[in-house]
């Protein structure tokens, strides 16, 4: 079974730029989740979608911040315009709900930011 | 706002020798769970823990859930090497929430 795939691996930009990442979660998973992982810290949750929906974006920076699920599969996360502060990885995960009634997450690889 | 505070932040530790990891909170969380990361990886899943008093074992690792479900433990027996890693917990706040609150983790070196 094909994991969750996220794209680009690293990106490298300057302040006030915009870019643009994305997510392909593991089929059939109707909950996308987004985080962003600073170094030396763990994940902090941005937003959370359920099939095409927005469950939870109460962190994320909406200023600056956006993202959209537009036909509950893929995802993208935009952030426009870049901080110095917005540098770390950005991680996808995806969910699916058990038997049990709990969810399992399962992550990608994340997706590097640099921003200088 | 729920807060998980992992200690140790760093360990390094020499490849035989056992150690605890450790997960605490002021709230009350529905189930626990410790994810191990590796660099340029996301988060893999080891174990969830649901019940107070709650204790699981994989391997050489075992996980405990505090009696007021507020902590959890990670004790590793006889580490090695391939045991590096980025340690995190993870609380889920309230059951059918599917969110999760992370720690800060703990970086764990084995050395040969």
């Known amino acids: 079974e094909a994991g969750v795939a996220q794209s680009p691996r690293y990106k490298i930009i300057e302040k006030r730029q915009s870019v643009a990442f994305w997510c392909n979660p593991i089929?059939?998973?109707?909950?996308l989740y987004w985080y962003q992982q600073i170094l030396g810290q763990g994940p902090k949750l941005l937003i959370q979608f359920q099939n095409n929906g927005v469950v939870d974006d109460s962190q994320l920076p909406k200023d600056r911040f956006s993202a959209e699920r537009l036909k509950g599969v893929d995802s993208t996360l935009k952030i426009q315009p870049a901080k110095l502060e917005d540098s770390a990885v950005y991680l996808c995960?995806?969910?699916?709900?058990?038997?049990?009634?709990?969810?399992?997450?399962?992550f990608g690889p994340g997706t590097r930011l640099t921003v200088l | 706002t729920q807060l998980l505070e992992q200690s140790p932040q760093f360990l390094s530790i020499q490849e035989g020798e056992n150690l605890t990891v450790y997960c605490n909170s002021s709230s009350v969380f529905s189930s626990l769970q410790w994810y191990r990361q590796e660099p340029g990886e996301g988060p893999v899943l080891l174990v969830t823990?649901?019940?107070?008093?709650e204790v699981k074992k994989l391997k050489r690792l075992t996980f405990q859930f505090g009696d007021a479900r507020k902590d959890s433990s990670l004790h590793i027996t006889a580490a090695q090497p391939g045991d590096t890693g980025l340690y995190l917990c993870a609380g889920e706040a309230g059951a059918g929430s599917y969110q999760l609150t992370f720690g800060k983790g703990t970086k764990l070196s084995v050395i040969p």
């Open positions: 823990v649901v019940t107070g008093g």
């Open positions: 089929s059939g998973h109707a909950t």
């Open positions: 995960a995806s969910s699916l709900v058990m038997t049990s009634g709990r969810a399992q997450q399962f």
